[in-house]
Every structure is written in structure tokens, then in C-alpha cells.
């Protein structure tokens, strides 16, 4: 669903008119607010498939210190890939790497471990890659990437839409202070039970993720 759709959506459910676009009026854009703010609890409650994607490096000899470009600080890591080497890199702590490359004189060779270090200023961030690169490898970070806030109407959503209906009609509803006999707090209720419902749909398609291992 759209923005627009799913400011309409919750517009219809507070027996409010449909409109033309978010900024139409100032009810419109709080309402909007609410989508934005249900949109960013449901993706933060659930590492969803829709939201999983690969982010590729490709470095250059000599060269540790690399830009996740477009990761905007909002992802999460699934798994490193060295590519070009075949094998599976390991998460190393800031204090690992600033031993291996400050204190110690780091190698050169196939990355195998790699850290994050800070955001740029255009808020992606930044990764070290040990041993150094000794030529051109592709690293692929497989990750959940949450999603920005929705400006244009048109911004489409791609995590399940009842969820965030469902939690931004509450949100709505508890700021104006009835729906005509639904109260907020069953409102939130059912917003509860519409994440549980899709979260146990789409974590089905990764069964792997829910078992737990003594």
C-alpha cells in the first residue's frame, strides 16, 4: 500500500473523509504521523523478509575502511560474505580491531573479519574490513533494512500493511478520544494480535530463526 492509501485507510476507520493527498489538511498529516510512527514500531518488531537485501563492497588494495552506502544506519546484519574468496567473515569488536591495526602491524590478504566504525556524514555506516585487502574483493553484507519515513504519497510500504493500519487507527483514535464504541485500548488490542499474526506468517518462511537450541 501506498502512504495516501494507508492514510486513508485509518481515515475510513476514525469515520473520517477520505483525501487527495497526505497534506490535504492538518488532520490528514497527524494522521500521517501515526501511519509513519505504527510503520516504524512493526518493521522494528520483526526482522521481516521484505526488508531483507544485500549491501556489496568492493575494495581496493591497501584499503580497510569502507562505506555502507544507503545502510542510512538503520540496518541489522544477518550475515558477511567474502565473495571473491568464498567464505564466511566473522563480527570482530572496535577494541579487536584497534589492537590489530594501531597496536599491532596489521597483514595483508583475503578479508576474513570485519567491524563497525561510526556513521558518514551522510549517515551511512562504516565498516572495517582485517586482514587489509591485498586486491579487489566483493564482500556482501546480508541484512534487514528498515525503511525512512514516508514524505510523498505515493512511497510505497513493504512489510504486511494490517499491522500498521491496525496500530496507527489506535494511535489515532486514543489522540481523539473515541471511534464511536470501540474503545483505544481494544483498538491497541487488536493492533497487538494483527503484528503477533503477521510476524508468525512471514517468520514461517524462516523456521530456522525460531528454534531455540539449549
Known amino acids: 500500500m501506498t502512504y495516501l492509501q494507508l492514510v486513508n485507510s485509518v481515515l475510513r476507520r476514525l469515520r473520517e473523509d477520505e483525501v487527495t493527498t497526505v497534506a490535504q489538511n492538518s488532520y490528514s498529516k497527524l494522521i500521517g504521523e501515526y501511519?509513519?510512527?505504527?510503520k516504524r514500531t512493526v518493521e522494528d518488531s520483526y526482522d521481516w523478509t521484505a526488508l531483507r537485501t544485500t549491501l556489496t563492497v568492493s575494495t581496493t588494495a591497501d584499503?580497510?575502511?569502507?562505506?555502507l552506502t544507503d545502510s542510512q544506519n538503520r540496518m541489522k546484519?544477518?550475515?558477511v560474505i567474502n565473495d571473491t574468496s568464498n567464505f564466511f567473515m566473522q563480527y570482530k569488536t572496535s577494541r579487536w580491531m584497534d589492537?590489530?591495526?594501531l597496536i599491532d602491524e596489521p597483514p595483508i590478504g583475503a578479508p576474513q573479519f570485519y567491524s563497525f566504525n561510526g556513521v558518514n556524514a551522510a549517515g551511512?555506516?562504516?565498516i572495517d574490513l582485517y586482514p587489509k585487502p591485498d586486491k579487489a574483493y566483493q564482500v556482501r553484507f546480508n541484512v534487514v533494512l528498515r525503511t525512512s519515513d514516508f514524505t510523498a504519497d505515493t512511497d510505497n510500504m513493504q512489510?504486511?500493511?494490517?499491522a500498521v493500519v491496525q496500530l496507527a487507527t489506535a494511535l489515532g483514535a486514543r489522540e481523539r478520544g473515541e471511534t464511536g464504541g470501540t474503545s483505544a485500548a481494544e483498538l491497541f488490542s487488536l493492533a497487538d494480535r494483527t503484528l503477533a499474526d503477521a510476524i508468525a506468517i512471514d517468520a514461517s518462511q524462516h523456521p530456522e530463526?525460531?528454534?531455540w537450541y539449549s
Do not use: M
Not at 512489510?159 to 494490517?162: A, G, K, Q, R
Open 209 to 211: 530463526e525460531t528454534i
Open 77 to 79: 546484519i544477518l550475515d
Open 63 to 67: 584499503t580497510f575502511n569502507y562505506v
Open 159 to 162: 512489510i504486511p500493511s494490517s
Open 35 to 38: 501511519v509513519n510512527d505504527a
Open 99 to 101: 589492537q590489530a591495526f
Open 124 to 126: 551511512d555506516n562504516g
